[in-house]
């Protein structure tokens, strides 16, 4: 048989070490009041920080909302004079105004209002010959064309379309040119030279 290596004792924890070995002794007693105040800080810690960040959030809501209304004013702002002016055409005696008088106001008007809108950054999709786009343009119709270059392409703008900055207000409804295979002269052409 082989000897069994002898086994070394380990050392019994000791419950209790003298504060001369440096080991500090806390009472389970003194521990929980420790702990609960380490819990109630921590609470209270969390508490305030929540509070914080939902006046953070009402704050940030309430400056969203008063620049929104500024930036509306200012839009309404630059549109008034033109407002004004159309109402004054509005109210023109048609009896003792021309119709040339009348048409050249208006045109006025419109250019005024136009010059505030492109301040503002509005630009009109208006794009007769340019191809379709669906992010901007809203097919209203088609209309057959015989050349085949022209298939997808704005052939009309029913209503034009607004747009401010990147942002689209109204898409343009327009009617788009589309090419049928022997539909065209092209497409005989084609099909002969093949």
Same mark, same amino acid.
């Given at each position: 048989?082989k000897?069994?290596?002898?086994e070394?004792?380990r050392? #019994?924890? $000791?419950?209790?070490?003298?504060?001369?070995?440096?080991?500090l002794i #806390?009472?389970?007693e003194?521990?929980?009041?420790? %702990?609960?105040?380490?819990?109630?800080d921590?609470k209270?810690?969390? %508490?305030?920080l929540?509070?914080?960040?939902?006046?953070?959030?009402?704050?940030?809501?309430?400056?969203?909302t008063?620049?929104?209304?500024?930036?509306?004013?200012?839009?309404?702002q630059?549109?008034?004079?033109?407002?004004?002016?159309?109402a004054?055409?509005?109210?023109? @005696?048609?009896?003792?105004t @021309? /119709?040339?008088t009348i &048409?050249?106001?208006?045109?006025?008007?419109?250019?005024k %209002?136009?010059?505030?809108? +492109?301040a503002?950054?509005?630009?009109r999709?208006?794009?007769?010959?340019m191809?379709?786009?669906?992010?901007? &343009?809203e /097919?209203?119709?088609? $209309?057959?064309?015989? @050349?085949r270059?022209? +298939? &997808?392409?704005? /052939?009309?703008v029913?209503?034009p379309?607004? $747009?401010?900055?990147?942002?689209? %207000?109204?898409?343009?409804r327009?009617?788009?040119?589309?090419w049928?295979?022997?539909?065209?002269?092209?497409?005989?052409r084609?099909?002969?030279?093949a």
């Open positions: 048989m000897d069994k290596p002898e070394t004792p050392p #019994e924890p $000791q419950a209790d070490r003298s504060p001369e070995q440096g080991a #806390e009472l389970p003194e521990a929980v009041v420790r %702990l609960e105040g380490e819990v109630a921590s209270d810690r969390y %508490l305030r929540a509070a914080e960040y939902d006046n953070f959030k009402k704050r940030a809501l309430r400056e969203r008063e620049a929104w209304q500024r930036a509306q004013a200012d839009l309404v630059r549109l008034v004079d033109g407002l004004d002016d159309l004054r055409f509005a109210h023109v @005696d048609p009896a003792q @021309d /119709a040339k &048409h050249d106001g208006v045109d006025m008007v419109e250019r %209002l136009w010059k505030a809108l +492109d503002a950054g509005v630009t999709i208006d794009a007769i010959g191809p379709f786009d669906p992010h901007v &343009h /097919a209203v119709s088609t $209309q057959p064309t015989d @050349d270059a022209k +298939d &997808h392409t704005v /052939a009309a029913l209503q379309g607004y $747009q401010m900055g990147s942002t689209l %207000l109204r898409p343009a327009v009617v788009v040119l589309t049928t295979e022997g539909g065209g002269e092209d497409e005989g084609g099909k002969r030279e």
